[in-house]
């Protein structure tokens, strides 16, 4: 018998020439799977075009997110794309401990130390866990005493990053916020003690809030924290190593940090440790077996890609201390030049702190709030992704701008925004309507004593005027910008 696959007329046209098939001209469907195949040239070719409408990445300066990677990264990565992370145990074990030991965990300590932790999709994830220990532990704890246990609560500043209100509301747990103030970004340890009350599992204290970069000072307190090192993780230890954050502090009994934010890896990647097994209640600990060997798991799902923790082995690996360290030192460096660029213009008050993460949050100085906002679409023209927003309560008259420095953005980067943003000035400058109007008041022939009023007409008309160009973003209250 003679099998003979004869290929149709259109699909021979589709492979010599996509642009000159029909497929061009053809509307497909977009929310109903198709019924037909189509050729997988074509269908490469489709969503590729489609992903070059999305914004740049690397020019996305929106994100902490890992936008580069060397090419040898890029190659492992791809490499362990087919395979799945619970087959997985070596990789992510030395990463955890690696963690652990620059975060000063006591167990990591010594030649043979391990640390206690796990790999997560991202910080959020490592969040969700870190909360659950915590809550887990005060109820075991309030049971043996033979207390309530149904109503607790966790106190962070209003600074925090929307995953910790999700972690409150999918987990019923209260959210205790501390309000930020003019003079304070971050969460006052004042305040918040006055929060703190027996129903509280933890505080969360942030190293490098999302608002601003500013390191929240974990030695003040005196209850169990958590700290969320999302950010600051992989920055305070190579630059600032005198700065005590971590596990050298007795009540910090869980780090997360995001590896692919400064661990210098793309979405995907997080880290949970916790300071010792007392602080990870076993119960939420489950054994598998069927993979090979007793593996504990304690995430939120099973399968996942390993290709993220293959990259984070990399890193550790190829950069070493040294690597990490003078990959921060640059991105210091240029955040450093960007804010005297921006003081300079002398249209800015910066609200970034010197230590802290590699970001510059700045707001105008004396303008209407919306202006951060027509600069933001006027830098989005030249391709740049630059987020304004308001800030949490009770700052929620205050409008800022953030630029995070990545790896990837370099010297040239920093230059050529900064042109950009001077240009945007001056554009804006002239696009705003500035009316100037003279309003000549006379007394009207032999009253000279009557009232010299500018007609309320003319006033209003100019505000209306005003708010055409600044009818933008309603605030609404709660989480809802997506900075990360
Ligand atoms: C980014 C960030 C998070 C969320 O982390 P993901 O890794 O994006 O899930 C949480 N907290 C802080 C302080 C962050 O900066």
């Known amino acids: 018998m003679v099998l003979s696959i004869i290929q149709s007329a259109d699909e021979t046209e589709a492979i010599s020439s996509i642009f000159a098939s029909r497929y061009v001209h053809e509307p497909l469907p977009r929310y109903k799977m198709p019924k037909k195949t189509i050729p997988k040239e074509v269908a490469y070719q489709i969503i590729h075009d489609e992903l070059m409408l999305d914004g ?60 206690l932790g796990v790999a997560t999709v991202g910080s959020s994830e490592a969040i969700m866990l870190a909360g659950l220990a915590f809550k ?18 966790i106190v962070t500043g209003a600074n925090v990053q929307v995953c910790w209100e999700k972690f409150a509301r999918y987990f019923d747990v209260e959210l205790k916020e501390v309000k930020l103030t003019e003079r304070c970004f971050v969460m006052d340890p004042v305040k918040a003690v006055e ?44 630059v600032y190593p005198d700065l005590e954050w971590d596990f050298r502090l007795p009540l910090v009994k869980s780090i997360n940090v995001s590896g692919h934010k400064y661990g210098l890896v793309y979405a995907g990647v997080g880290w949970v440790i916790w300071r010792s097994k007392d602080d990870l209640p076993e119960e939420l600990v489950f ?13 939120l799902n099973f399968s996942k890609g390993a290709s993220q923790i293959v990259a984070q082995y ?30 300079k213009t ?64 370099g010297r040239q980067m920093v230059d050529k925004l900064l042109s950009h943003i001077k240009q945007a000035l001056v554009e804006l400058k002239e696009t705003v309507p500035r009316l100037t109007f003279t309003v000549e008041v006379k007394p009207s022939e032999g009253d000279a004593d009557a009232d010299m009023q500018i007609a309320e007409t003319s006033v209003h008309w100019t505000k209306d005027k005003h708010k055409m160009f600044h009818k933008e973003v309603k605030v609404t209250g709660g989480k809802t910008k997506g900075v990360c």
């Open 314 to 343: 990399y890193q550790f690996l190829r950069m070493g201390f040294e690597g990490y360290k003078h990959v921060i030192e640059n991105c210091i460096e240029n955040a450093r030049t960007l804010r005297k660029g921006l003081e």
């Open 195 to 238: 929060l703190v009350d027996e129903n509280t599992i933890c505080v969360a204290a942030i190293l490098g809030s999302t608002l601003n970069g500013e390191f929240e000072d974990v030695k003040l307190w005196n209850t169990p924290i958590h700290v969320d090192a999302a950010s600051g993780g992989f920055v305070a230890p190579f």
């Open 136 to 153: 887990k532990k005060w109820q075991n704890k309030r049971k043996a005493e033979g207390k309530p246990y149904d109503r607790p609560n």
């Open 56 to 115: 740049n990445p690397r020019l996305n300066l929106a994100s902490f997110v890992t936008t580069w990677m060397e090419p040898e990264c890029d190659k492992l990565m791809s490499e362990a794309i087919n395979k799945n992370y619970v087959d997985m145990d070596e990789y992510p074990n030395r990463c955890v401990n690696m963690i652990g030991q620059m975060f000063h965990a006591p167990s990591a300590k010594g030649k043979h130390g391990t640390s």
């Open 346 to 409: 002398g249209r800015f008050e910066i609200v970034s702190k010197d230590q802290g993460i590699p970001l510059v949050a700045f707001a105008f100085k004396h303008d209407d709030k919306s202006l951060a906002f027509d600069l933001s679409k006027a830098l989005r023209h030249h391709g740049w992704i630059v987020p304004a927003y308001t800030m949490p309560a009770d700052i929620e008259h205050m409008t800022i701008l953030r630029v995070v420095v990545r790896e990837d953005f």
């Open 287 to 299: 054994h598998i077996n069927y993979l090979g060997a007793d593996q504990p798991t304690f995430t």
